[in-house]
């Protein structure tokens, strides 16, 4: 069983940033990818950012200048630091690892930019 657990989301001001953090726990034997997706009201869940084992990183073209993602292989742990936010950045962020055959996903974590 593998749990994520999600940090970091919040009320932030257009412009303004947060740091997501996601750590995973349990019977983990091998991690090929980590990352984030999204989900705004109304909206498919669509990809924001993600990472591979060998640090292969994979953004959405809306994030990309704006956003970055890292991990720390040891902790386990994912982060996205967002910068610049937008309005059209608000939905539920939720973690994902890849860890094959299988894919665990997070509770999600609200992040709001208002206007």
């Known amino acids: 069983q593998v749990q994520l657990v999600e940090s970091g989301g919040g009320l932030v001001q257009a412009g303004g940033s947060l740091r997501l953090s996601c750590a995973a726990s349990?019977?983990?034997?091998?991690?090929?990818?980590m990352g984030w997706y999204r989900q705004a009201p109304g909206k498919q869940r669509e990809l924001v950012a993600t990472i591979t084992s060998g640090s292969n990183t994979n953004y959405a073209d809306s994030v990309k200048g704006r956003f970055t993602i890292s991990r720390d292989n040891a902790k386990n742990t994912v982060y996205l630091q967002m910068n610049s936010l937008k309005p059209e950045d608000t939905a539920v962020y939720y973690c994902i690892l890849y860890s094959p055959p299988t894919s665990y996903w997070g509770q999600g974590t609200q992040v709001t930019v208002s206007s």
């Open positions: 349990g019977s983990i034997f091998t991690i090929m990818l």
